[in-house]
């Protein structure tokens, strides 16, 4: 019995190996025996003899490092022989992304961000990437800034919102992170960091309410998007000035809030804002309106009113 030929094939995570078939016709089996850099041998899996020529085994996904592995053939007796063939390789796989990215300074219009460095032993760099616009895209041909240690700033940024993803790179392959996506709102003069603003209120309703006022109900849904923080009342699509202001809870739950008016008289259109903070660019833009007719005072006497007995 003699062993068997193989040889190994690197890939980014797993390592795919290539047995040729012993011509001794009484195998049951290939063991396939691994060194994990422990310089001890363990059984990796078993592989069945069934008389192919060629057998290509790919591992499961490995961690970063040098491994080193041996097949053994086992015929149907039990019998094993140990291989001194021994073929090694070398798993880059794709870097573990930095962890817990936070925003620690903004200065000179520039952010700092800091995160706990890479799991992954060998980083030569982390790469900050990040642009404006709409949607949750970050452009990844487009790297703002580089760094070798636990933080990272930006380049001079302009108004806007901005979104940023940090990745790690070991000087071959790049994490393929997208979950460490920070959302920053930049606006005012000087630029100032603010919240975005929330999604717009649901089922607004207007009534006539009694004493001649109008009476407001509209649902908040501060389970989807920023949470909002207050509602502002707007009369005749007039937007620079607030007729009144409403502070919301924090929960994230779906609110039904109702607001009345002060007494009017006649027709005034009603528009409600959210908003995520006390910054303009945190409120959001919404035009949608009722109108709402308003009787300050009580129809006037019935007249004449008369009864008559009829046959």
């Given at each position: 019995?003699t062993?068997?030929?193989f ?6 995570d797993?390592v795919t190996?290539t ?6 016709l ?19 899996d078993?592989?069945?003899e069934d008389?192919?020529i ?7 996904s490995?961690?970063p490092?040098?491994?080193?592995f ?10 094993e022989?140990?291989s001194?063939?021994v073929?090694?390789?070398?798993i880059?796989g794709?870097?573990q992304?930095?962890t ?6 903004f ?13 992954t032993?060998?980083v ?6 990040g642009?404006?616009g ?7 041909n ?11 700033t ?7 919102h901005?979104?940023f993803?940090i ?10 992170n997208?979950t ?5 709102f930049?606006?005012?003069?000087p ?10 209120i ?5 009534q ?8 407001l109900?509209?649902?908040?849904n ?7 923080k ?5 009369q005749?699509?007039?937007?620079t000035n607030?007729?009144?202001?409403i502070?919301?809870?924090?929960t994230?739950?779906i ?17 409600v ?9 945190s ?14 005072f ?7 009113f008369?009864?008559a007995?009829?046959?």
């Amino acid at each position: 019995m003699t062993s068997p030929i193989f040889t190994g094939s690197n890939y980014i995570d797993s390592v795919t190996l290539t047995i040729q078939g012993n011509i001794y016709l009484k195998l049951k089996e290939y063991k396939i025996y691994w060194d994990k850099g422990t310089g001890e041998w363990e059984l990796f899996d078993t592989v069945p003899e069934d008389g192919r020529i060629y057998y290509n085994y790919k591992t499961k996904s490995l961690d970063p490092g040098t491994y080193s592995f041996k097949i053994n053939p086992v015929d149907i007796y039990e019998n094993e022989l140990d291989s001194i063939v021994v073929k090694t390789a070398t798993i880059h796989g794709i870097p573990q992304p930095p962890t817990n990215i936070q925003i620690t300074n903004f200065q000179g219009n520039k952010i700092t961000f800091s995160y706990e460095l890479s799991k992954t032993p060998i980083v030569t760099e982390y790469r900050l990437y990040g642009n404006t616009g709409t949607g949750d895209d970050v452009n990844f041909n487009n790297i703002l800034s580089t760094s070798t240690t636990s933080s990272i700033t930006t380049p001079v940024l302009s108004e806007g919102h901005w979104k940023f993803v940090i990745r790690a790179f070991d000087g071959l392959y790049e994490d393929n992170n997208i979950t460490s996506l920070t959302e920053v709102f930049l606006a005012g003069t000087p630029l100032e960091i603010v919240t975005p603003p929330p999604r717009k209120i649901v089922n607004l309703i207007g009534q006539s309410y009694q004493g001649g006022r109008a009476k407001l109900t509209f649902t908040v849904n501060n389970r989807l998007g920023y949470k909002a923080k207050y509602a502002y009342i707007y009369q005749d699509l007039n937007f620079t000035n607030k007729i009144d202001t409403i502070e919301l809870s924090a929960t994230t739950d779906i609110i039904t809030k109702t607001w009345v008016s002060e007494p009017y008289v006649g027709s005034r259109k009603w528009t409600v804002r959210l908003a995520s903070g006390t910054s303009d660019y945190s409120e959001e833009k919404n035009t949608d309106y009722v109108e709402v007719i308003a009787y300050p005072f009580p129809p006037p006497e019935v007249k004449n009113f008369q009864v008559a007995v009829t046959f």
